[in-house]
């Protein structure tokens, strides 16, 4: 999906993502949603159509990307939807002055190595602040040797994976995108290890 108008372009992690949100819509209303590396925002455009109280936000070093994160809910209908800058690894007054999360998105964040702590580093705090919300993210395969396994462990985090055929979206044309059936993408829900989410 590319808006060649705006050159906003849709990652296929976003829309197997968003495609897990429309199957579970029925649960999103009233629930409070933080999407982290929105960018395009996609899945928490979705989110706060479906009737979820949604926060969006992006690298507060990337004005480009929260500017991003603005125009999709302009042209949404979804003017309202507050845009915060928050810096994966970074406690920021934006991050402790966070209101409670129930779900916690993100669409291929897992793209860098070098990120992987940092995000892993901020999830964990939003989870030890809301014992009972959960991480759902999608992200895209791209090495055999790529884990977050170790840093699971390290920050007392626990992962359930989630097969894309249980919400329809192991097809090769997804949302009008050829994309997904061509990457490897997986999804898993990321949670405190002690929690009792399920």
Known sequence: ?????????????????????????????????????????????????????????????????LQNCRRSC????????????????????????LAPVDVILGSDVFFDPTDFEDILTTVSFLLEKNPRAQFWTTYQVRSADWSIEALLCKWKLKSIHVPLRSFSADREHLASSSLPGRHTIEMIIISLAHSDGT
Do not use: F
Not at 5 to 20: E, R, S
Not at 22 to 30: E, Q, T
Not at 41 to 60: F, N, T
Not at 74 to 97: A, D, F, K, Y
């Open 1 to 65: 999906v590319l808006d060649s108008q705006y050159g906003m372009y849709v990652w296929p992690c976003a829309v197997v993502l968003a495609q897990y949100l429309w199957a579970h819509r029925r649960s999103l209303p009233g629930k409070r949603v933080l999407e982290v590396g929105a960018g395009v925002s996609l899945p928490g455009v979705l989110a706060a159509k479906c009737g979820a109280e949604v926060i969006l936000s992006d690298s507060e070093e990337l004005p480009q990307c």
């Open 74 to 97: 302009l042209m949404n209908g979804l003017p309202h939807v507050p845009v915060m800058g928050l810096t994966w690894g970074r406690v920021s007054p934006e991050l402790l002055s």
